[in-house]
């Protein structure tokens, strides 16, 4: 054969390769993708990949992009279930041009279920929640409350032995904005949440639009840690932290802030392995502006 036929013959060849290349490589991103949580409740974290949401509302920029001040990091253990409950949460509307959903997002170690559950909702109100993990929001699983006033419990996911980032977002269907409780468990070495596109409304407006309050009960003993900025204006705040295992509550621990944007340093108190309840407020009264709270809770 001559030059000009081996030098078909090759690039003929190579052609061929590469179009056996590229169909091993989209069959592996098949294979990766399918069972996702947008078809299968129980899906694990590794079964995810990142894409666009598919709810309506639109949850403004990337968490990832909401500054924040980090408070310590508690000494990671055991990895085990850990529960919190945000109560009295205010939510926005879908078709509030200015709101968001509330998002929370917390890291698992270990394989184990991850739940998320309204346990209480305001009367006739509707919302819709979310939940996925490791930035796929194109396979997040979402679904609305049966029907005004209803609770209920998102299927359980489970997540991979390394980390994983669970997202949950929340929001008001429609024009309805109730006021909502919710809890997240999951397992994990070192508990800690983060809550993005909070209100931070002050006196005047409703309590559930103020900042957060959330219940949870150490695993062992240690500190928790908060820290919180808002956005929009100067503020006076106050976090206070509760022993809820007596009958009245006890303060534990108190801290006002006048004129500031952020909580700095961070909220620091030690607990041990009983009921507690941290809430961050507004004290100072509610001006035109919109404030966008960001916070970070973390404890043993």
Known sequence: M??????NISITLGVICALLIGTAGALLIVGHK????????????????????????????SVSS???????????????????????????????LQGNPRTF???????????GAVTKVSSGGSFRMCIFADGDTKH???RLNSGPGKT?????????????????????YGNSHPTVTVSFSWLTSSPSVKLSYGRFQ??????????????????????????????????????????TSTTPAVTVGQVPYTQVTQISPPFTSNVDQKAYEVSLKRTSVDGPERPELT??????
């Open 2 to 7: 001559d030059d000009r036929v081996w030098k």
């Open 34 to 61: 399918s069972g996702s949580a947008t078809t299968t409740p129980s899906a694990t974290a590794s079964q995810v990949a990142v894409g666009s949401p598919t709810h309506s509302a639109s949850i403004g920029p």
């Open 66 to 96: 909401v500054p924040s001040t980090p408070g310590p990091t508690p000494t990671p253990g055991v990895a085990s279930p850990a529960k919190i409950t945000f109560t009295n949460l205010g939510l926005d509307a879908e078709k509030d």
């Open 105 to 115: 997002s917390f890291t698992s170690n270990g394989a184990g279920p991850v739940n």
């Open 140 to 142: 997040e699983y979402c």
């Open 152 to 172: 209920y419990k998102l299927p359980t996911s489970t997540s991979d032995p390394t980390p994983n980032v669970w997202t949950v977002t929340l929001i008001g």
């Open 202 to 243: 002050g006196t005047g407006a409703s309590d559930a639009d103020n900042g957060f309050t959330a219940s949870f009960t150490p695993r062992a003993n240690g500190a928790v840690n908060v820290s919180a900025n808002w956005s929009a204006a100067t503020a006076d705040a106050a976090i206070t932290l509760l022993d």
């Open 295 to 300: 916070a970070q809770i973390s404890f043993p």
